[in-house]
C-alpha cells in the first residue's frame, strides 16, 4: 500500500485529519464519482478505509472502479446517478490520520504534519507559523502566518524552504527580503 504523497496532499481540518483527495466530478450517469488523489498511488485513495467529508459528517467507502487521465473513478453507496455525484463535486475526502503508516525518514512527512510549526528564516529568527499548504495548481506553496499583520506565501522548494524539521517543530525558510521585513505589496 502506497503512502499519501507529502508533495500535493492539501492541509487537513484538523490534525487528526488528512485530506486524501477531493471529487472532481461526475463521470457517466450512473453515479460513478471522478476523484482528485492526493495519494502516491492514486488507486489507493480507498485502501484506507472509509473517507469522510470536512466536517465529518458524512462517510464515503469509496468502491474504486479505474483510473481516467487525472481522476479516480469510483462508486459511493446511496450515489445512484449523475445528478447525485455532481453534487459532490468539490467535497474533500478525509482520513484519520492514525490510519496512514508513518513515513520512513526524515525527509518524508504528511503536509497536514506542517500545521503549526515555528517558521524561522537561516539566523534562527522567528517570522511565524505555518498556517496552512496551499496548490492552485502551480506548484506546493507555504503559507506563513506572522505574529502580526497579514500571511503571506512561500514556494515550497528546497531553496525556499531549505529544512523542515518536524521533529524539532520548526521550518526554515529564505524567503525574498521584501517578505522577511514586510514591505511585499508596498510598491
Not at 490534525?15 to 463521470?27: K, N, P, Q, S
Not at 463535486?89 to 478525509?94: A, H, M, N, V
Not at 502551480?138 to 518536524?166: C, M, N, R, Y
Request: with cysteine; hydrophobic share 40%.
Amino acid at each position: 500500500m502506497a503512502e499519501p504523497n507529502a508533495q500535493s496532499m492539501p492541509t487537513a481540518v484538523s490534525e487528526d485529519r488528512v485530506c486524501l483527495g477531493v471529487v472532481a466530478g461526475a463521470h457517466g450517469v450512473r453515479g460513478l464519482v471522478k476523484i482528485k488523489s492526493f495519494t502516491a498511488e492514486p488507486l489507493d485513495i480507498g485502501a484506507y478505509g472509509p473517507l469522510s467529508d470536512a466536517k465529518g459528517q458524512r462517510q464515503y467507502d469509496p468502491t474504486i472502479k479505474g483510473q481516467v487521465k487525472e481522476t479516480v473513478l469510483a462508486a459511493f453507496a446511496g450515489v445512484t446517478d449523475r445528478d447525485q455525484a455532481q453534487a459532490l463535486r468539490g467535497t474533500r475526502l478525509y482520513v484519520a490520520r492514525s490510519v496512514l503508516p508513518e513515513p520512513e525518514d526524515e525527509e518524508e512527512f504528511y503536509n497536514a504534519d506542517l500545521i503549526g510549526l515555528r517558521v524561522e528564516n537561516n539566523a534562527g529568527e522567528e517570522l511565524g507559523s505555518v498556517k496552512a499548504m496551499h496548490n492552485f495548481g502551480g506548484g506546493d506553496l507555504l503559507e506563513v502566518l506572522p505574529p502580526e499583520g497579514k500571511s503571506w506565501l512561500l514556494p515550497f522548494t528546497k531553496q525556499a524552504v531549505p529544512l523542515v524539521d518536524i521533529k524539532a517543530g520548526r521550518v526554515v525558510v529564505d524567503p525574498p527580503q521584501e517578505v522577511e521585513t514586510g514591505e511585499a505589496g508596498s510598491g
